[in-house]
C-alpha cells in the first residue's frame, strides 16, 4: 500500500511521485539550508555536496559496485570510514526531511540535497532523475576508493579513471573546492579554499593560478597556504592540478571562463550523481530541473 495518505499525487493507493513533489522536497532542503546560522559559514549547503559526492564517488565501473544507488554510507563500516568523517552532520541534517517525505529512498533525497545544495548557493540547474533504491549493509564499499588529499596526480588518475571519468572532467568536479571548508576534527586540514565558501563560483581557479601558495607551518597534515591573507588553503591534491600539464589547461579555461565551468560543472556532477544508478529506460521520466527557492 501507499506510504503516503491524502497526497494529490495519490492514486488507487500506489504513490508514484510526480515532479511537484520531488520540488517540494527540494523546497524543504532549500528552507533548512541556513536555519542554524552558527553552522559553519552559515550554510549546510558544503556539507550536503560533500555527502553527496562521498556517496557516489565510491563506484567502481569495472564491477559495477558502489555509487549513489544505495546509501550505504548509512552504515558501518562505510560510515565510519576515515574519508567520510564530519558527514554524520549531514545525514543528521536529511533525517528529519526523509521522516516527512518517507517516499523517497535515502539515496535519492542524498543526491537531491546535492543538487538543491549547489542551486541554492547560486550554482548552475543540474538536472535530477529518481529511481535509486537502498540497499543494506552487505553492499558498503571497501574503504580507500575516495581520494586522499595527501597524494599527487597519479592517484587522483587511478581514483577517477576507476570511476569512468577523463582529465577534463577531474579538474571540472574539482572546481566543487570553491565551496566549504576543511575541519582538523574531520579530515584533520583547515580551512576554507575561497573566500565565498556559500557561492559556487570559478574562483577556485582563479586562485590556484593567482596566489601564490606555501606549505602552511603547523603541526597538522601538509597543506598549502595563500601568501597574501594566510587564509585560505589547497590540498596538495588541489595544487595538483597546476602541476601537471593535461590538468592545469582545464584550470587555465575554467579561470578564464566561468559560464564554461558551470557548464562543464553541471554535466559532470549529473554523470556523478548517476554512477551505477540503473534507471529503467522504459518508465523514466525526464530530467527534472527544480526552481531555485531565491
Ligand atoms: Zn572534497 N574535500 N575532495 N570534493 N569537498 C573536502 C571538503 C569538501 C578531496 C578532499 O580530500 C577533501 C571533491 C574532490 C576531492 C567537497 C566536494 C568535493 C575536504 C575537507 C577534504 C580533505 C573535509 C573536512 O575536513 O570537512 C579530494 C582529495 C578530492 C579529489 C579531487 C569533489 C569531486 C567534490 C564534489 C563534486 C566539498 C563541497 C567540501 C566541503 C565540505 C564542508 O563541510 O564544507
Known amino acids: 500500500g501507499s506510504v503516503l495518505s491524502g497526497s494529490a499525487s495519490e492514486t488507487k493507493g500506489l504513490f508514484t511521485p510526480k515532479f511537484e513533489?520531488?520540488?517540494k522536497v527540494y523546497n524543504e532542503i532549500a528552507e533548512r539550508l541556513e536555519e542554524k546560522d552558527d553552522y559553519d559559514d552559515g550554510s549546510y549547503g558544503p556539507v550536503l555536496v560533500r555527502l553527496a559526492w562521498h556517496a557516489s564517488g565510491t563506484y567502481d565501473k569495472e564491477t559495477g559496485t558502489g555509487g549513489s544507488n544505495g546509501a550505504t554510507m548509512r552504515f558501518s563500516p562505510e560510515g565510519d570510514h576515515g574519508a567520510n568523517a564530519g558527514l554524520q552532520?549531514?545525514?543528521d541534517f536529511m533525517e528529519p526531511i526523509k521522516q516527512k517525505f518517507p517516499w523517497i529512498t535515502y539515496s535519492d533525497l542524498w543526491i537531491l540535497g546535492g543538487v538543491a545544495a549547489i542551486q541554492e548557493m547560486q550554482g548552475p540547474a543540474?538536472?535530477?532523475?529518481?529511481?535509486?533504491?537502498d540497499k543494506d549493509m552487505a553492499a558498503c564499499t571497501p574503504d580507500g576508493r575516495l581520494p586522499?588529499?595527501?597524494?599527487?596526480?597519479?592517484?587522483?588518475r587511478d581514483i577517477f579513471y576507476r570511476m569512468g571519468f577523463n582529465d577534463q572532467e577531474i579538474?571540472?568536479?574539482?572546481g566543487a573546492h570553491a565551496l566549504g571548508r576543511c575541519h582538523t576534527d574531520r579530515s584533520g586540514f583547515s580551512g576554507p579554499?575561497?573566500?565565498?565558501?556559500?557561492?559556487?563560483?570559478?574562483?577556485?581557479y582563479k586562485l590556484l593560478l593567482n596566489e601564490k601558495w606555501n606549505w602552511k607551518k603547523w603541526n597538522g597534515p601538509k597543506q598549502l597556504e595563500d601568501k597574501t591573507t594566510k587564509t585560505l588553503m589547497m590540498l596538495p591534491t588541489d595544487m595538483a592540478l597546476i602541476q601537471d600539464k593535461a590538468f592545469k589547461q582545464w584550470v587555465d579555461k575554467y579561470a578564464k571562463d566561468e559560464s564554461l565551468f558551470f557548464k562543464d560543472f553541471s554535466n559532470v556532477i549529473v554523470k556523478l550523481f548517476e554512477l551505477g544508478v540503473p534507471f529503467e529506460e522504459t518508465t523514466q521520466q525526464a530530467p527534472m530541473v527544480f526552481k531555485t527557492t531565491a
Open 21 to 23: 513533489d520531488y520540488q
Open 89 to 91: 552532520a549531514a545525514r
Open 126 to 133: 543540474i538536472p535530477y532523475r529518481p529511481g535509486r533504491q
Open 148 to 156: 586522499d588529499a595527501t597524494k599527487n596526480q597519479s592517484h587522483l
Open 171 to 174: 579538474v571540472a568536479l574539482s
Open 193 to 204: 579554499w575561497t573566500f565565498s565558501p556559500t557561492v559556487v563560483t570559478n574562483e577556485y
